[in-house]
């Protein structure tokens, strides 16, 4: 059964000018387990975080605006529409749900894969969103009825990461195999396929120009590739498994890592780590800005730092 409710202040147990840190980061408590996903909305002006107790919380900058509490399971990818207006969520039982934030009402749920939902992702005219699980499919839904479009098979690995091209042309992939895959939006076949490092990938992002794709593997390993044809571009070695990747506007490379640091990687190497999470780092996301960048974590907390 879930259970949607709207609050100001009695789900509100940290705003952002209370809980400034030394570390420079700004944290938002109100999970009570690990953090997994976190979103920012296109306008920059809400984020949201979902968690392995079910809950999903809508934060406006200085304070939770909306939760939604569920026993549907934990709460794995969470992605705002275009317009910011609703959110998609995925969970481990491999529930889609589509929800409205602003108005506490659920617009659609459904049974939509036989394993987690780990990402989403909404096409740039917010009709549809791709959803990636770990049963080895990406799947279209239409926003408004609820209804799935298509199914993509490719790889038969657990899918781990996720990333959309800024036009929704293309879509890329990893999985537990190491494999990074693109996908051809228009068709919903699969396109190619390349295995960049050893060991598992963990994530993909691509840059804003659409460029260049990332991937992280559980070596620590950030490959960058020339999305069309899986060429190196180059290589990064980071301290410990990459667990979650985002690129700034600006074409700097955001990545979460298992021994708690956040590091930003520049060219062919790293030009600054962030520590302050007290547990491994789960999820990471830029403001549309570049400004601010937002983690999500293990130690049950969001937090958002200042980009220099």
């Known amino acids: 059964m879930n259970r949607t409710s709207l609050c100001l202040a009695s789900v509100l147990l940290a705003a952002f000018p209370a809980v400034a840190l030394a570390d420079g980061s700004v944290a938002l408590k109100a999970h009570k387990r690990d953090v997994d996903t976190v979103a920012v909305s296109p306008d920059g002006k809400q984020l949201a975080s979902g968690g392995d107790d079910g809950s999903v919380v809508v934060w406006d900058g200085s304070s939770a605006t909306a ?19 609703l959110l998609a969520i995925g969970n481990q039982y491999g529930q889609v749900t589509l929800w409205d934030p602003a ?11 036989e394993g987690r939902v780990v990402r989403i992702a909404f096409l740039p005219d917010g009709k549809t969103f791709y959803t990636g699980s770990w049963d080895q499919t990406i799947k279209l839904w239409d926003a408004a ?9 490719g790889p038969k690995y657990q899918l781990f990461g996720m990333a959309l091209s800024a036009d929704g042309k293309q879509l890329y992939s990893c999985n537990s195999n190491g494999d990074v895959t693109s996908w051809n939006t228009k068709t919903n076949k699969v396109g190619t396929s390349y295995a960049p490092a050893k060991g598992q990938c963990h994530a993909v992002a691509l840059s804003m120009d659409g460029k260049t794709l990332a991937a992280g593997f559980d070596d620590g390993t950030v490959v960058f590739l020339e999305p069309a044809t899986g060429k190196e571009l180059r290589r990064v070695k980071l301290t410990d498994s990459v667990n979650a990747l985002a690129f700034a506007p600006d074409g700097k490379l955001a990545a979460g890592t298992q021994n708690e640091e956040l590091a930003m990687v520049e060219g062919a190497g790293v030009v600054s780590t ?3 999470h007290g547990r491994p780092i789960t999820a990471v996301a830029f ?9 999500g974590s293990m130690d049950m907390t969001v937090r958002v730092w200042t980009v220099k």
């Open 67 to 85: 939760t939604r509490e569920s026993d549907a399971g934990p709460v794995d990818a969470v992605a705002f529409s275009p317009n910011g207006k």
């Open 103 to 113: 108005a506490g009402k659920e617009l659609f749920s459904a049974k939509g894969h």
């Open 145 to 153: 009825s609820g209804k799935e479009k298509a199914k993509l098979t």
């Open 274 to 276: 962030m520590k302050g």
């Open 287 to 295: 403001s549309p800005d570049g400004k601010r960048l937002v983690s």
